[in-house]
């Protein structure tokens, strides 16, 4: 399975301590150039995730070919989410990985599977792959800054 990851997915699993069990969710891990200059821009925990697996086979630094597409997209979303978008379609990817509700709801319209930082989360939870408290969780990203309205968390996490 090829997952395409915008910039926020990586940056909070990245925080959580999370990033080498989410990728391991798939074969083959897509990062647009782009975003890798955004992660690389601050030296923090998803800079050096990216620094660790870097030379993995299993992650690939990629840039588009179709700068209009990406062009287009960009008058709605951000950089990392218009090439993160164009390049799941250009590689059919299985998945991209995007937090931004515009984002998000823009890659659906293309025919895109979707997932997001939450998502990912709690896939590895019902996997057995990580054990976290989910009030716990909420509260740590909470504090990191993710935005995301209570009610919905709840509706993601819920038994």
């Known amino acids: 399975m090829t997952a395409v990851f915008n910039s926020s997915p ?3 699993l990245s925080k959580l301590g999370l990033l080498k069990q ?3 969710l798939f ?3 897509l990062l ?3 975003v890798k200059e955004e992660i690389s821009a601050r030296k923090d925990e998803a800079y050096e995730a990216l620094q660790e697996v870097q030379g993995v086979k299993q992650v690939e630094i990629v840039t588009t070919s179709n ?3 990406v062009a287009g997209l960009r008058r709605r979303l951000g950089k990392g989410e ?3 978008i164009v390049i799941a379609l250009e590689k059919n990817a299985d998945i991209v990985v995007l937090d931004d509700h515009t984002a998000r709801s823009e890659a659906r319209r293309l025919g895109l599977r979707v997932k997001g930082t ?3 989360i709690r896939r590895m939870m019902e996997l057995g792959i990580v054990n976290i408290e989910v009030n716990e969780l909420y509260e740590r990203l909470r504090k990191m800054g993710f935005r995301i309205k209570k009610d919905l968390f709840w509706e993601i996490f819920k038994e």
């Open 32 to 34: 647009p150039s782009s």
């Open 27 to 29: 074969d083959r891990v």
């Open 67 to 69: 700068v209009r597409f």
């Open 10 to 12: 990586w940056i909070f």
């Open 22 to 24: 989410a990728l391991e």
């Open 118 to 120: 939450l998502g990912i």
């Open 82 to 84: 218009a090439e993160a």
